[in-house]
């Protein structure tokens, strides 16, 4: 088999290659002046992507991701169709089709959190984007992927994993801490893992979203005096829930409070906020950002196996 990425989740797909024991191609992507993307499969890609099964690693955000993914899907399954009609007339022009196998390892899924109708006319945005990929791919592995029920009743192979325990591992070598937070109720899952993995106590807080900028913690007693805590979310956008869990932590005596996340956006000046509010953040490079200290690839490939077998 063969790993291959174009500009979106480059770093993640290299570091994957070798943990499968495979090859990584990397695919041409540039855009063109006005900022439309382009993509084509090299000349010397096309032996491989026919002759084994391929990996995708492709991510969903910013939106320019999205199309990037679209369309190297479309591009790689044209060459595994043997569609290779081109004006230039360079020959073969068309071969046997190969058949199915071609896989997509989302690193990071942008627009999990449109994943309900609150309002009417609204769109699940998480379910359009795959329903698009499912045309031309024969299954996708999506790292931590927000809540993944909005994906589970797709008639298509999704298999999600989660970056958890390397998370975990980063926290207990570097930060020990004593007691893990999950900041909102939809990270219990993930946090509770952390903290097993570790060994450590474990709370949550109940959040409301008021606006994209600003959340309210329900005040809780925490059992934290003179302890390090660690909040485990899934991601971290602008740094708000981290703040406000970490204001919590600290008046109820905190020693020490970290950060960890598998997604970190890090949107509108997150970084230099979190440097107010917390003594460490600790994040996966499934996007590219300046606090990723854990590699995404390692949970990638054991979806990716299950995915295969
Ligand atoms: C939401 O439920 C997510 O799990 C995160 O808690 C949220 O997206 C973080 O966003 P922000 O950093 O902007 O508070």
Same mark, same amino acid.
């Given at each position: 088999m063969v790993v291959v990425s174009g500009s979106s989740g480059r770093d993640v797909a290299e570091a994957l290659a070798p943990l499968l024991g495979m090859q990584y191609v990397e695919l041409v992507t540039r855009r063109f002046p006005d900022s439309e993307g382009y993509v084509r499969v090299p000349e010397e890609a096309i032996d491989v992507i026919r002759s084994e099964p391929v990996i995708l690693v492709s991510n969903t955000y910013p939106d320019s991701g999205i199309l990037q993914t679209i369309l190297l899907l479309e591009a790689i399954g044209d060459i595994r169709k043997g569609d290779l009609e081109n004006l230039k007339g360079i020959e073969p022009q068309s071969m046997p089709d190969v058949g199915p196998g071609v896989y997509l390892a989302i690193p990071y899924y942008g627009? /999990?959190?449109?994943?309900?109708?609150? /309002?009417?006319?609204?769109?699940?945005s998480a379910k359009v984007i795959a329903e698009l990929f499912a045309r031309s791919c024969d299954g996708m592995a999506i790292l931590d992927?927000?809540?993944?029920a909005v994906l589970e009743d797709m008639d298509f192979p999704v298999k999600f994993v989660s970056a958890m325990p390397e998370v975990a591992e980063r926290l207990a070598n570097v930060?020990?801490?004593?007691f893990i937070l999950s900041p909102d109720k939809g990270a219990i899952s993930r946090a509770t893992e952390v903290a097993n993995l570790i060994g450590c106590e474990f709370s949550y807080l109940e959040k409301t979203r008021i606006d994209a900028h600003t959340i309210e913690h329900t005040p809780k007693d925490l059992d934290v005096n003179g302890k390090v805590v660690a909040i485990v979310d899934d991601m971290i956008s602008t740094g708000g829930t981290i703040c406000r869990a970490s204001d919590a932590l600290r008046r109820q005596g905190a020693k020490e409070v970290h950060a960890a996340c598998t997604h970190g956006l890090f949107t509108g000046g997150a970084i230099s906020r979190l440097a107010n509010h917390v003594d460490g953040v600790h994040s996966t490079d499934s996007l590219p950002n300046p606090r990723a200290v854990v590699s995404a690839a390692p949970a990638l490939a054991r979806g990716l196996k299950e995915l295969l077998e």
């Open positions: 627009y /999990s959190r449109q994943d309900k109708r609150f /309002s009417k006319g609204e769109v699940i992927l927000h809540a993944p930060v020990k801490p004593d």
